[in-house]
């Protein structure tokens, strides 16, 4: 298992530049795979990429290539070899074989910060759950990843076909034990959520590391826990809040990334339920990242993909304090004026109400508390209307 608490290992990180795809996306998504690592207590040491139409069959990377990763890995005394894709099960053989090394692809590194990171029993058996059928296709002789449930180390050198199949064997019995378990939870949760009665419900949506976390706390005025980290959150925290004279509840849910493993949306689906039943979503987006325009419509995906794309949404965009506006060409003496003149806030609002459609947006800071009050009137506005619809007979109230 690894440990998010502090630096425990050296990797280098490997991509792929496909033709669907630039050197400069790749260049991002290997920096949010060094986050990863880092979050797991994993330090990069250097990136490769190369260029193919698809990912080697056999390796991922050509041979090439992964002779000179090898020579960089063997020089600076690598432990650990992180690829920004889904392995297959003989790709993983294959690059464990030549290696002799750990081998994370990108889910089961996010599967491992899953299972760290979660605390409650739900979450813990969502993600035992998801971390178990992924590996079931994938163990070999040369490293088991089994083998750090059992807090062993690697187990290269034969550990023979016999013990794989009895590892097969206990991890499918583990599976259907975690599936019925699942399945008494989501039943408590569902429960749970039927008992809150027809209270509005507000769901904070995001990218992960957005600030749902820090938002949660400045509206419900609690202490949920938030740190820079990715998937610092993984249960479903939902406190009541009170805007004026109108209750609801707010939840703040898992942050959601690009490639995220379909075995994490499978198990997660009970807590994804707090999306699915929300009668508003608060969509939090990091306007100070570079690639936000990226973040903001993968969320917008893995909504579409859980069927709720179609609900009330108030776009906030956090993180004012460290936006950091595209220079202005200081030849262009008309654009640097206008630069000067005009806030920049009212101009990020009128290119962004057109781009989210009929979507209310607002820009704020939860770290500096800045313009926090216009997006409690925007939820209140929404929640009223919800609220006078649900209980026509005391809308006077509102």
């Known amino acids: 298992m690894i440990s998010t608490s502090k630096i425990t290992e050296k990797a280098v990180l490997i991509g792929v530049v496909t033709r669907d795809e630039t050197p400069e ?10 986050f990863l690592a880092k979050t797991a207590g994993i330090e990069t040491q250097k990136s490769f990429t190369q260029k193919l139409d698809t990912p080697d069959s056999s390796t991922f990377v050509g041979k090439g290539k992964l002779h000179e990763i090898g020579e960089f890995v063997e020089e600076h005394e690598i432990d650990v070899i992180i690829f920004d894709d ?16 750990k081998i994370y692809d990108r889910s089961l590194l996010i599967l491992d910060i899953f ?25 070999t002789r040369m490293w088991t990843h089994l083998e750090r449930q059992r807090g062993g180390t690697s187990t ?66 609690s202490e949920v826990f938030a740190e820079d980290k990715l998937f610092a959150t993984l249960d479903t925290t939902v406190r009541k809040v009170v805007l004026q004279n109108l209750p609801f509840l707010l939840s703040d849910t898992v942050g959601f990334i690009r490639k995220l493993p379909p075995q994490l949306v499978e198990s997660f689906k009970s807590t994804l339920d707090e999306v699915r039943e929300a009668d508003l979503l608060l969509h939090v987006v990091d306007i100070s990242h570079p690639n936000f325009e990226e973040h903001y419509q993968t969320v917008n995906q893995t909504l579409a993909e859980i ?24 030849q262009d003496h008309e654009a640097v004026e206008e630069s000067e003149s005009v806030d920049f806030v009212e101009t990020l609002k009128r290119s962004w109400m057109a781009k989210v459609e009929a979507k209310d947006v607002v820009f704020v800071s939860a770290l500096k508390k800045e313009n926090i009050d216009e997006l409690r009137e925007k939820i209140y506005a929404h929640a009223s209307e919800i609220h006078a619809e649900r209980y026509p007979y005391n809308s006077f109230l509102y």
């Open 307 to 330: 069927d709720s794309s179609d609900k009330p949404v108030i776009v906030v965009f956090n993180k004012l304090d460290a936006y950091v506006p595209e220079p202005v060409d200081p």
């Open 86 to 101: 889904d392995l297959s099960p003989s790709q993983m053989r294959n690059v464990e074989k030549f290696f002799k090394k």
């Open 25 to 34: 996306q790749v260049d991002d998504y290997l920096d949010e795979l060094a």
């Open 115 to 139: 299972m760290y990171r979660a605390q409650t029993a739900q979450a813990k058996t969502q993600v035992e759950l998801a971390r178990s059928e992924y590996l079931l296709p994938r163990l």
């Open 156 to 221: 290269r050198g034969g550990a023979g076909e016999k013990e794989i199949e009895t590892d097969r064997r206990i991890i499918r019995n583990k599976i259907a034990k975690l599936k019925k378990r699942l399945k008494q939870i989501d039943k408590q949760m569902h429960t749970q959520r039927s008992n809150r009665g027809a209270m509005v419900r507000v769901a904070l949506v995001g990218y992960t590391n957005a600030g749902k976390s820090t938002l949660m706390n400045l509206l419900s005025k």
